[in-house]
C-alpha cells in the first residue's frame, strides 16, 4: 500500500508543522539508542543490560543462550570462531570480478586512511606527545537484514593504517548458520583470522571482559542496530567505542533543480535497510511531490518492497520548509549520519553552511553509495544527532596519545616557586611538598 506514504510529506504550512519535526526529532533519537525515558526504551535498555550481567556472570554459557533465543543457532563454545580453513575456503570461492572490486575497495580506504593518519605526519611530532596504536580492536559486523562484508573493510583497513596488531570480527550466524562467505573472504583478504561467529549485544558483552573464550578487547568499533549500539554504551569504560553508529540514516537537501527520480532512490537506498532513516529537506513543493510519486513507484520494484515501505512510514519524511535559511538549520539540528546535497551549483556553498554530519556527499552524482563501498572514507558514521560530538570513524581514532613531560633541575627550579604557589592554592601541601624537595 505505498499510498499511504502520504503521510511523510509534511510542509511548513500545516498548522502542526514544528510538532511534527519535533516528533521526528526524536524518533532520530530513539531508533539509535535506547535513551529515551519512555517505557518501552528504558525496558528495552534494561533488557541489554541485562544480557551483559548474565554474560559476565555466565560467559559462554549466556553467549551460547542469546544465539541460540536471538539468531535461532545453536553453538557450543568451541564452535563460536570461525577457523582459518573457513575463511580460506570462503576467499577462494568469491567471484574474481567480485574480488577485483574488493581489493580496489581496500586499496581507496586505505589511501585515504594513510593521508588523513596524524601519527606519522612529521608536523605533528611534538616533543610532548607521543602516539601509540589501540593494541586489540573489536569489529561488530551487522548480518541480521543483510550480509555488509564492506563493514570489515571500512573498519579494519583504518585499524590496520593506524597499525592495530590485534583485530577480532564478530557477526551473528543469519548466513546458513555461520556468517556470510563475502564477509570471511574480506576477513581472509585482510589477514583477520580471529572471527566469531555471534552478535548482539551478547557479543559486545563478551568482548567487554575476559570470561570467556572471546578474549576481551580494548575498543569496539562498527554500526549495528539499538541492541548493539546501546551494549556498546552501556560497556563504555570497559572499552573505547567509536561511536552511536546505527541504524543507517539519510538526510537529502534538494531544490528544484534536483533529479526527483535520484532523490528517491537515494532515500530508498537507506529506507532498504529496515530499519534505516530516509529524509529530504526541500524549499519546493513541487519536487517534493515529484520526489513522494517517485518513491510510491520505485518502492515497489524493490526486492524488500514491503519492509521498506514500513519504515518509510515510521523513520522516513520529505519536509518542505519556507526557506533556505530554516532548512539548514533544522539539517544541522537533526546532524545526520549521510547528508547528502543535490542542489545544483549551490550545493557546495550550502555544504559549507553544515556543521553537523556524519558525512556530506555534495551534488548529483555523489550518492551514498559511493561512500558506503568506495570513496575511502569509512562508512562507519555516527547516527541518531550524534554527530553533534560525534566524527567518521578513521585512523586516527586507532591511536591514543600520551603526554610527554620531561624536566631537568634546571627547568624546575625556575617554576618552582608558581607550582607551589597553585598547590598551595588547592590546599594539597603533598603536592608543594614534592616540589619543594626537590629545590632543598
Not at 168 to 183: A, F, G, L
Not at 201 to 219: C, F, H, S, W, Y
Not at 403 to 431: C, M, T, V
Amino acid at each position: 500500500m505505498s499510498d499511504k506514504l502520504d503521510q511523510i510529506l509534511i510542509s511548513s504550512s500545516q498548522p502542526d508543522f514544528q510538532k511534527q519535526i519535533k516528533h521526528l526529532h526524536e524518533k532520530l533519537l530513539s531508533k539509535a539508542r535506547f535513551g529515551g525515558f519512555d517505557e518501552e526504551s528504558e525496558a528495552n535498555r534494561q533488557k541489554v543490560l541485562n544480557i551483559i550481567r548474565k554474560v559476565n556472570k555466565r560467559g559462554d554459557e549466556a553467549v551460547a543462550e542469546y544465539t541460540e533465543k536471538y539468531d535461532g543457532v545453536k553453538l557450543k563454545p568451541e564452535q563460536f570462531r570461525i577457523n582459518k580453513e573457513e575463511l580460506q575456503k570462503a576467499h577462494g570461492e568469491v567471484d574474481a570480478n567480485l574480488m577485483a572490486s574488493i581489493r580496489q575497495a581496500i586499496e581507496n580506504v586505505r589511501k585515504y586512511q594513510e593521508e588523513i593518519f596524524i601519527g606519522n605526519k612529521k608536523q605533528n611530532q611534538h616533543p610532548g606527545i607521543k602516539y601509540t596504536p589501540i593494541k586489540r580492536v573489536g569489529i561488530c559486523v551487522p548480518g541480521a537484514s543483510a550480509p555488509l562484508p564492506s563493514t570489515v573493510i571500512m573498519c579494519a583497513v583504518p585499524a590496520q593504517v593506524a597499525g592495530v596488531k590485534e583485530i577480532v570480527v564478530v557477526s551473528p550466524p543469519r548466513y546458513k548458520s555461520s556468517i556470510h562467505p563475502v564477509t570471511l573472504a574480506v576477513c581472509y583478504e585482510l589477514g583477520i583470522n580471529e572471527v566469531y561467529r555471534v552478535g548482539g549485544a551478547q557479543a559486545v558483552a563478551a568482548l567487554a571482559r575476559e570470561n570467556g573464550t572471546i578474549p576481551k578487547v580494548d575498543m569496539v568499533v562498527g554500526p549495528g542496530n539499538q541492541w548493539v549500539q546501546t551494549a556498546k554504551l552501556i560497556n563504555f569504560g570497559y572499552f573505547g567505542i567509536d561511536s552511536v553508529a546505527g541504524p543507517s540514516e539519510v538526510l537529502i537537501i534538494a531544490n528544484e533543480k534536483a533529479n526527483p527520480a535520484w532523490v528517491a532512490a537515494d532515500m530508498l537506498s537507506q529506507a532498504e535497510h529496515a530499519p534505516g532513516s530516509a529524509m529530504m529537506f526541500t524549499v519546493s513543493q513541487k519536487l517534493a511531490e515529484e520526489v513522494l510519486l517517485e518513491l510510491k513507484t520505485q518502492v515497489k520494484q524493490l526486492k524488500r518492497s514491503q519492509e521498506t515501505i514500513d519504515c518509510l512510514k515510521e523513520f522516513g519524511c520529505i519536509v518542505v520548509f519556507e526557506n533556505m535559511n530554516k532548512l539548514i538549520e533544522k539539517a544541522n539540528d537533526f546532524a545526520a549520519e549521510h547528508l547528502e546535497i543535490q542542489c545544483g551549483k549551490e550545493s557546495r556553498k550550502i555544504a559549507d553552511r553544515i556543521d553537523n554530519a556524519g558525512a556530506i556527499f555534495i551534488g548529483d552524482y555523489s550518492p551514498v553509495a559511493v561512500g558506503d563501498y568506495w570513496a575511502g572514507p569509512s562508512h562507519t558514521l555516527p547516527t541518531g544527532t550524534s554527530a553533534k560530538f560525534f566524527s567518521a570513524l578513521s585512523a586516527n581514532d586507532f591511536i591514543k596519545s600520551t603526554s610527554i613531560i620531561e624536566y631537568d633541575k634546571k627547568k624546575l627550579a625556575e617554576s618552582a616557586e608558581d607550582i607551589i604557589r597553585l598547590a598551595q592554592a588547592e590546599g594539597l601541601d603533598a603536592h608543594a611538598k614534592s616540589i619543594k624537595i626537590r629545590q632543598e
